[in-house]
């Protein structure tokens, strides 16, 4: 038996045929808490951001954490502390930033339909700026800031039309996409926000789609938007800064290759650099390559299952918890917490309880699990927690962060009732 692949080897870790994450046993932390449970290692995400931050260092530069990948408020305030802003794409988000104590004054802004009562919260808490994605967003935040007598910071978010070779549920720079603006009505947007005295242009951004593990679509995109830039600049609009999007894909799989944070920030540097551009601030809006490889989704198998033309190992995690296997045909690595080389393996599909055929985890995997085995799906930190659920009245599971040799509960249990306790019972006959 191979020993199975870890796509973050460092943080995660064998030691006697166990799985660690960092000085923790992954075993101590499901038996104490019970399953499902997520965990995290914050050393590997403080080294995700790290790897940016530091990348970015000589530069101006704001280094944007998409919280939509994982918005616990433990991580976000300790990703603050690192100096990390947040890109938003909802009221609720803003009021996850200030629930983390973190700043407000380093928020971006972006998504497609910002309401009345988001752009007022964000303007009353002084957000660094909005990310424009149409025109009749311009006429909405002009209202909301004449209303409340201030001046709104913009940014326009152009659709560069590149094909960033993603799945297309993620591709989103793409002319078909639902976002930004479109290229060649950019500068026409410019010049109709130019002439609103509430509203302030301050910088150019683009977002073409995730799990990117290639730079040049990166460099495609920066080529466009710094055209963009340049003939602003002839229009006398001087831009502050330059908003590339999210951030590199990560490892998943063994034969996948990714990018260090430093080749992409250097790349695209020397972009600005080659047209005098050097002094604006970059800005990355980076998401999964932060959290992704830093979580574990911790389950224990309940039923192993032979049928007649496949086996199943039926587990205590579902589609509710994780749902990118079967949103996205995703592909996540799971392995047993104890290795087990005596044992025969055989091909499994990883499901879970839900009434769905879509409910799996892992396809066709080799296994040799046992009831009450413990299993980790990796890579499980980044759009995991975020997107689940409560299909089939089920409770979400805990969050724990691991620190070296300690750990914490960031997010509790649910409790059943809370699933229910805004329903209403009628009092019909
Ligand atoms: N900025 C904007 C405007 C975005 O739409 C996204 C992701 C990001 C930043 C962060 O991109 P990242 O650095 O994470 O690649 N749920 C999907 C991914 C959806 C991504 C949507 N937008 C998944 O699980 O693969």
């Not at 003939?231 to 063994?254: A, M, N, P, V």
Request: aromatic letters at 8%; charged letters at 25%.
């Amino acid at each position: 038996m191979k020993t199975p692949f870890l796509p973050d080897d460092k943080n995660f870790h064998w030691k006697s045929g166990e799985l660690f994450c960092e000085g923790v046993p992954l075993s101590a932390i499901a038996q104490k808490f019970g399953t499902p449970v997520y965990v995290y290692s914050y050393n590997s995400l403080k080294e995700a951001f790290l790897a940016y931050k530091d990348a970015l260092r000589p530069y101006p530069h704001l280094m944007c954490y998409a919280m939509k990948a994982n918005s616990n408020i433990a991580i976000i305030n300790l990703l603050s502390k690192l100096g990390a802003g947040f890109d938003i794409v909802s009221g609720g988000e803003l009021h996850r930033v200030i629930a983390a104590k973190a700043d407000p004054h380093k928020v971006i802004f972006s998504g497609v339909g910002k309401t009345e009562e988001e752009i007022k919260f964000a303007l009353e808490s002084e957000i660094k700026c909005f990310n424009i994605e149409s025109e009749p967003e311009v006429d909405r935040i002009v209202k909301v800031a004449q209303e409340l007598d201030v001046i709104a910071p913009v940014s326009v978010r152009v659709n560069p039309n590149v094909d960033a070779k993603t799945h297309p549920y993620i591709s989103t720079g793409l002319k078909q996409n639902k976002f930004g603006i479109a290229y060649q009505d950019a500068v026409k947007i410019y010049k109709k926000i130019s002439e609103h005295p509430e509203l302030k242009i301050i910088g150019i951004d683009c977002h073409i789609g995730s799990q990117i593990t290639d730079i040049a679509p990166f460099l495609d995109s920066c080529d466009r938007l710094l055209d963009i830039v340049e003939e602003l600049k002839k229009l006398g609009i001087e831009l502050h800064h330059i908003d590339f999007g999210g951030g590199l894909g990560i490892r998943y799989q063994e034969d996948e290759t990714v990018h260090h944070a430093s080749e992409l920030v250097e790349a695209l540097h020397k972009k600005l650099q080659e047209r005098e551009l050097g002094y604006l601030e970059m800005i990355f809006e980076a998401g999964r390559s932060i959290v992704g490889n830093s979580g574990a989704l911790i389950t224990e198998v309940q039923f192993v299952k032979y049928g007649e033309e496949k086996n199943f190992c039926i587990v205590d995690t579902a589609m509710n918890d994780m749902i990118r296997p079967t949103l996205y045909h995703a592909w996540m690595q799971i392995v047993p917490l104890k290795l087990a080389p005596e044992r025969k393996e055989e091909i499994f599909d990883i499901v879970g309880p839900i009434c769905e055929t879509g409910d799996f985890l892992g396809k066709d995997r080799e296994l040799s699990p046992e009831q009450g085995d413990l299993l980790a799906i990796l890579s499980a930190g980044a759009y995991g927690m975020t997107m689940s659920s409560h299909y089939n009245t089920r409770i979400k599971p805990p969050e724990i962060l691991v620190n070296g040799s300690e750990f914490f509960v960031i997010r509790e249990r649910e409790k059943i009732e809370k699933l229910y306790s805004s329903e209403v019972l009628l009092n019909f006959d």
